[in-house]
C-alpha cells in the first residue's frame, strides 16, 4: 500500500481545524497551531514527515560503539529535522506548523533502512530538543562552541537497559519526568520512540539474549 504523508498532513489538519471550530468561538484560531511529526515505517523505509520545531534523532542499532567516557555524544546520532524557522526581531519564527487555518507543506523525507546494524528513531516536540536553536557559535574568547544533546545519551542507555531486561512499559514517561523534576524541560514534552526488530537484535545480543528475527 502506498502512504501518502502528504495527504496524511491534510486529514489532520482538516480535522484540527473542525474540532477547533466546532469548541470554540470569536477567537484566533491560529494560536492553536502546533508542531506535528510522523514516521511510518514500511518494509523497505520510514515515511518521514514534519511541521514545527522539534528533532527527529536518527541512530543506528550498536549506537553503543559511540558512546564512552570521553565522547558521551553519540556521534552516530543524526538529527534529520531541518528546521521551520527564520531569525526574526530577535528571535525564532516558526515559517511551517500544523496550523487550523492556514496550510503549509510538510516536509518529507524518507529513510532507507540500514539492514546491517538496524534503525532507531526518536521523534521529540521542542520541549526536550529542537534544531532551531542555535547549534554551532564562537565564545567571547573566539573559541568556537557545538550544542550537544546531553539527554539523549541518558534516554539510549535507559532504552537499552529496558529493552534487555523486558521493562519496556514507562520507559519514555519515567524518563521525561526526571528531566521535570530536574528541570530541564523547556517546555511541554512529546516523545516517540520507534525501533525495528534489526536493532532490536543487536541490542538485545549485547546482553547475551537471543536474536529476533529481523
Not at 542499532?61 to 565522547?71: D, V
Not at 540500514?114 to 534503525?119: A, I, L, Q, R, S
Not at 523534576?181 to 517546555?187: A, V
Not at 516523545?191 to 538485545?204: C, P
Request: proline share 3%; with cysteine; hydrophobic share 35%.
Amino acid at each position: 500500500m502506498t502512504i501518502d504523508i502528504a495527504d496524511v498532513f491534510s486529514n489532520i489538519q482538516l480535522s484540527l481545524r473542525h474540532a477547533v471550530k466546532q469548541h470554540f468561538d470569536n477567537i484566533n484560531l491560529d494560536q492553536f497551531g502546533t508542531t506535528l511529526l510522523i514516521a511510518i515505517e514500511t518494509k523497505q523505509s520510514f515515511k518521514i514527515g514534519y511541521l514545527g520545531n522539534g528533532s527527529i534523532f536518527h541512530i543506528k542499532g550498536n549506537f553503543e560503539n559511540c558512546l564512552s567516557e570521553s565522547r558521551p555524544t553519540p556521534t552516530c546520532a543524526v538529527n534529520l529535522l531541518n528546521p521551520h524557522s527564520i531569525q526574526k526581531d530577535g528571535k525564532e519564527t516558526l515559517t511551517g506548523y500544523l496550523s487550523p487555518i492556514l496550510f503549509y507543506e510538510p516536509s518529507i523525507i524518507e529513510l532507507y533502512k540500514d539492514k546491517v546494524n538496524g534503525d532507531i528513531l526518536i521523534l521529540t516536540t521542542d520541549g526536550l530538543g529542537s534544531n532551531d536553536q542555535i547549534q554551532l557559535g564562537k565564545d567571547g574568547s573566539g573559541i568556537w562552541w557545538s550544542r550537544t544533546e546531553m539527554w539523549l545519551p541518558e534516554l539510549l542507555k535507559k532504552i537499552k537497559c529496558a529493552l534487555q531486561n523486558d521493562s519496556k512499559p514507562g520507559t519514555l514517561k519515567s524518563f521525561l519526568n526526571e528531566m521535570k523534576i530536574n528541570k530541564k524541560l523547556d517546555d511541554d514534552t512529546t516523545i516517540g520512540l520507534m525501533i525495528t526488530n534489526k536493532a532490536l537484535s543487536i541490542l538485545k545480543s549485547q546482553n547475551g539474549k537471543d536474536h529476533v528475527k529481523s
